[in-house]
């Protein structure tokens, strides 16, 4: 059965996932500016599945009954395991039936390139002679030969080695008995690396052309578009991070969760200011205060029929964030890069121009800034409570109803803006002295948690946010921290994690560490001391959770690593695991 993954320039698509540049949205009665379609899995007439990735052509994605015998096309692409310790590869045996077909040429080349089976070692060779296919690749998935990280470098080496070639069309991939979730994430790698980000270029005169892939032997018809649909949602979440502020605005991401809502049957509530007012969000409107754009409190809901359990999902929605009065100024301070702190999708150039050294923990000396250079700062989380909403929408888990929360807002400087020592108040009353205008995040999430909680019978809350620049010295960009009030929850979270080779740590909520963040004249400062930032920051939004099991995943810098240079769309797939998983543990 083939799944097509048509991919059309901005310019000239519709975007039936309700967001695109320019052009009215299919099936969607807004424009949404500035995040280009990027289209869930949609059925076809004949049985094919599209979905938009980015730049104009199409990419195909198959399961075949086809073997690697049978297979005929340009390129056939082998997973094999690790035999670390062997002196010489032992081919699989369905292998050797094709390396005998072909004279042996198989097991020469793996011998001559001395192949192992090792992660990520790979090498190809043109086939001559009498062959039903032109060129033959290996790929290493190493001993653990199901870690989606791998899979997906897979998928994407079948991808660029295919675009690299002249003349492919057609590529067959083969892993000794092929999984479901094998699949899924071959597919991820192969949708992800034929996406590019032309939203604000000219239109290529030549788009590029992209190859057929057929899983051969693969007969599960859900792989591929499981796969497809987890893709789109990571794509989503790329492309409101990446987006400028100009284009993406608080008005942007209430247009993309209505769209999303009405396209995959999902009910939608923007709270205006007002309302907001009317809920004593004191916390989260004291931020939005100094911005000529009105905030917007996101909150969509996806609900089947007769659910057992009940989650709430929360994404910090910062879509610019100047650093209010404490402002990020002066060489190296990045402020360009604050667009994306609408999606905790960043990493964190570690400057006190960014953070200040109470939210790092360490101190800073002027010798040091330029040890930093490279890293990045976050700006945008919001997009990852958007993305898994749009995977939950389409793949439809059964018996968990999820809630999805924006607070949106922008984080700017006027005469009527927040100001270092002002007291706000929160939505339970707690009362709050801001020390720093630019540990403002955490300001939003407090509303958005008493919210959550606030809607009754509520099993799990979990934030995401790219909160402190403390967690990128602690764990880098490899690796995101997580603090729960519940075993449970954390342990749902930790093999989430696992699961989708999205790398998470469970980090201590150490209680002592409280008394840093109690004021003198408040409940609470919106920051501690120099020392542990990302635990205060944790202590201080556990302040707005009374009972319900919550944690908080602090992903400053996993979001946006500084050696992609571009959002990772981190915690997309981890958050959709956790809702599939409690899903199938509730039957």
């Known amino acids: 059965m083939a799944f097509v993954l048509s991919a059309m320039n901005l310019r000239t698509i519709g975007a039936r996932a309700g967001v695109c540049f320019g052009l009215r949205p299919l099936g969607t009665s807004k424009r949404v500016r500035g995040v280009r379609s990027v289209h869930g899995v ?7 599945y599209t979905v938009v990735t980015g730049s104009e052509g199409k990419v195909s994605v198959l399961s075949s009954s086809d073997t690697i015998d049978s297979f005929s096309g340009d390129l056939l692409v082998l997973g094999f395991p690790e035999q670390k310790d062997a002196d010489s590869y032992e081919l699989p045996e369905d292998v050797k039936s094709l390396d005998e077909k072909l004279g042996g040429i198989i097991k020469e080349l793996v011998d001559e390139n001395k192949f192992k089976g090792k992660a990520g070692n790979k090498f190809s060779a043109r086939i001559v002679g009498d062959s039903s296919c032109k060129r ?11 870690k989606p990280k791998t899979l997906r470098d897979l998928g994407a080496y ?13 590529v067959g991939v083969h892993i000794d008995a092929m999984s479901k979730d094998q699949a899924v994430s071959i597919t991820e790698g192969a949708v992800l690396a034929s996406y590019a980000d032309t939203r604000f270029k000219k239109a290529p005169e030549d788009p590029p052309e992209f190859p057929e892939i057929a899983l051969l032997s693969f007969d599960d018809v859900s792989g591929v578009p499981d796969g497809m649909s987890i893709s789109s949602g990571v794509l989503l979440a790329r492309e409101l991070v990446d987006a400028p502020a100009n284009f993406v605005t608080p008005q942007t991401l209430a247009d993309v969760a209505t769209a999303i809502a009405k396209d995959h049957d999902l009910e939608v509530e923007t709270l205006e200011q007002d309302e907001c007012e009317k809920l004593g969000m004191g916390s989260f409107l004291a931020v939005s205060r100094a911005s000529d754009k009105p905030p917007k409190f996101i909150h969509l809901t996806y609900k089947p029929e007769s659910p057992k359990k009940k989650v709430v999902i929360i994404g910090k929605g910062l879509t610019f964030d100047s650093g209010g009065y404490n ?6 301070s990045s402020i360009e890069k604050m667009k994306l702190d609408m999606g905790g999708a960043a990493a964190v150039r570690l400057c006190k121009h960014l953070w200040s050294e109470e939210e790092l923990g360490i101190a800073i000396h002027a010798p040091s800034l330029t040890a930093f250079t490279s890293f990045t700062t976050s700006v945008f989380l919001g997009s990852k409570a ?8 389409q793949l439809k888990p059964e ?7 924006v607070a949106s807002c922008e984080n700017m400087i006027s005469g009527d803006g927040m100001r270092p020592g002002d007291i706000i108040t929160a939505s339970n009353g707690t009362t709050i002295e ?3 205008t630019d540990a403002e995040g955490r300001l939003t999430l407090a509303d958005a948690l008493v919210f959550a909680e606030n809607l009754g019978d509520v099993d799990y809350i979990v934030d995401l946010a790219t909160l402190t620049g403390a967690i990128i010295i602690s764990l880098g960009s490899e690796v995101a921290g997580m603090w729960s009030t519940s075993d449970e929850l954390s342990d749902m979270l930790m093999n989430a994690s696992g699961s989708t080779g999205e790398k998470m740590w469970r980090m201590p909520l150490v209680e002592e560490y409280k008394e840093m963040l109690k004021g003198s004249i408040s409940d609470l400062k919106n920051i501690g001391g120099r020392e542990a930032g990302s635990i205060t920051a944790a202590l201080f939004l556990k302040e707005f959770v009374k009972s319900t099991p919550w944690a908080h995943i602090d992903i400053a810098g996993t979001a946006y690593p500084g050696k992609l240079g571009k959002a990772s769309g981190y915690g997309v797939r981890t958050l959709y695991k956790m809702v599939s998983d409690l899903s199938e543990k509730a039957k």
């Open 42 to 48: 949609k059925m076809n007439a004949d049985s094919s």
């Open 136 to 146: 033959i690749a290996c790929f290493g998935l190493g001993e653990e030969t199901s």
């Open 158 to 170: 079948v991808m660029s080695s295919a675009q690299g070639m002249k003349g492919v069309s057609k």
């Open 327 to 332: 402002l990020k100024a002066g060489a190296g």
């Open 386 to 393: 958007l993305g898994a909403a749009k995977v939950v929408g």
């Open 399 to 405: 018996n968990v109803e999820v809630h999805f929360i």
């Open 434 to 436: 801001v020390l720093n």
